[in-house]
């Protein structure tokens, strides 16, 4: 390979995400479980080669690909598992992300999915504060009907009583969706704690 072509080959691995999501790791906290369901926890495969060499991980599965070095070849690992447990937050911050999934990605008056925006169910400009308790996700079509009004003037209603969710239970509510990447050495850490069928 010629110096040109090898400086292209850098620049453009660097330049590509693409080249950073080929052969990601699962990452799992030191029981055994993913450290978060949705986003599932994976790093790129150089995080992972790197955090093993610092024996901060135990390779737990690997891809059939090798990375190699002038002394060392090592199969690219597929899951990792934490040597030290990291212990969850016992709250969860208060984020539109949090927001959505704690609502399951759907509006929650009408129950569409797709182009959320969120919505103060007691409208600020009447005194209703930025809470879990007072802000729900909600379709366009749905904030535009309710604008400021009071939920009851509006016509709509809520699916459920929105609440400040636990860190177990937007985990639990992670775990509905299935990322659109799954590789097969990832199956039996992601879903082994899960009730099995008679």
């Known amino acids: 390979m010629t110096a040109q072509r090898a400086e292209d080959f ?26 978060s369901y949705y ?3 994976l790093w790129p495969w150089q995080e992972a080669v790197k955090a093993a060499f610092l024996d901060r991980v135990d390779i737990v599965a690997t891809y059939d690909e ?11 690992p597929s899951v990792v598992v934490l040597r030290d447990y990291v212990r969850p937050q016992r709250t969860v911050a208060f984020t539109r992300f ?11 008056y009408c129950g569409a999915r797709g182009d959320l925006t969120f919505d103060h169910i ?10 879990w308790e007072n802000v729900v996700a909600a379709c366009a079509a749905c904030n535009l009907r309710k604008g400021n009004l009071p939920l009851k ?6 699916r459920r009583q929105p ?8 985990r639990n509510i992670g775990r509905k969706f299935p990322p659109n990447y799954l590789h097969e050495s990832w199956t039996d850490y992601l879903y082994w704690d899960a009730e099995l069928e008679p």
């Open 10 to 35: 850098r620049t453009s691995f660097v330049r590509d995400p693409a080249s950073l999501r080929q052969h990601p790791a699962l990452v799992l906290n030191a029981d055994y479980r993913p450290l």
């Open 39 to 41: 986003p599932l926890s």
């Open 66 to 76: 090798c990375v190699r070095s002038p002394s060392t070849t090592l199969r690219i």
């Open 98 to 108: 949090n927001l959505f999934l704690r609502d399951e990605f759907c509006c929650q």
């Open 122 to 131: 007691v409208p600020r400009s009447r005194g209703g504060r930025t809470s």
């Open 153 to 158: 003037a509006s016509g709509l209603v809520l």
């Open 163 to 170: 609440r400040q969710p636990s860190s177990e239970e937007l």
